[in-house]
């Protein structure tokens, strides 16, 4: 991987704009180690840069074959090198990249659900934008490197897929977080979930987020009572 600058002025060129960018054509490059489209995504969501169109483009045609050939483990390692201030950027790539809807579906189909973001608020999010605002100001709190409770934020709303119903006009989710809590602990032997987090999702499940930064207004959606998503046309 470089920059679109010089090696030896990767870290000043930061500051300038630069692009992420697989050296030689994106594609081959690709084709000799799938990991570098993890590794690319790293880049981009640490430094907080754009990555190169050609390159990104390649990313995403690559996703099946970086799920099918780069071993979760591996997959796990670049991920463990993400800053927890900068992991909801990461999330968001994986996402669009369409390599999280592979490795962890059930966080992908969040997206699918849209729910009010409170009670005094009309307005309309799905719960996987709610999960990646939480995952954002939860380091912004005086957690700036606990990387293991960004990584719990990624999960505390993944019950509501399980849960979810919807009757008399509204999207209910009752017990989501308990249910939530089983639903991650067959998932703990997969490499593909980080197990160090587990520990810190599964009380967060069980009882609700009690984190004072998250419960501001804006930021946490009302518990129950959600609109339905709304389906593309045909």
């Known amino acids: 991987l470089r920059f679109l600058s010089q090696h030896k002025k990767n870290v000043r060129a930061l500051d300038k704009g630069g692009l992420i960018q697989l050296t030689g054509l994106p594609d081959e490059t690709l084709r000799h180690n799938y990991l570098l489209a993890i590794r690319a995504l790293r880049f981009a969501a640490n430094f907080d840069i754009p990555i190169e169109p050609n390159t990104w483009l390649a990313i995403v045609r690559s996703s099946t074959r970086v799920l099918d050939y780069v071993p979760a483990a591996d ?3 670049e991920w463990r090198k993400v800053a927890a201030e900068s992991m909801y950027r990461f999330v968001k790539l994986m996402f669009d990249a369409h390599i999280l809807q592979g490795l962890i579906p059930e966080v992908a189909a ?3 659900i849209r729910q009010r973001r409170n009670d005094d608020d009309d307005t309309e999010e799905t719960v ?3 999960t990646l605002e939480c995952m954002r100001h939860y380091p912004e ?3 700036h490197y606990d990387w293991l409770g960004t990584m719990a934020m990624l999960f505390h709303d993944v019950g509501k897929l399980f849960t979810g119903e919807y009757f008399d006009g509204q999207w209910t ?3 989501h977080h308990r249910v ?3 639903a991650l602990q067959p998932r703990g032997h997969r490499p593909a979930l980080p197990s160090g987090a587990l520990p810190h999702a599964l009380p967060l499940h069980a009882h609700g987020p009690r984190h004072p930064p998250l419960q501001g207004p804006g930021r946490v959606s009302a518990p129950h009572r959600h609109v339905p998503c709304r389906h593309p046309g045909p």
Do not use: R, S, V, W
């Open 75 to 77: 997959i796990m390692d």
């Open 110 to 112: 969040l997206a699918c």
């Open 128 to 130: 996987f934008d709610h």
């Open 141 to 143: 709190e005086g957690f």
């Open 173 to 175: 989710f009752y017990q």
């Open 180 to 182: 939530g809590a089983k």
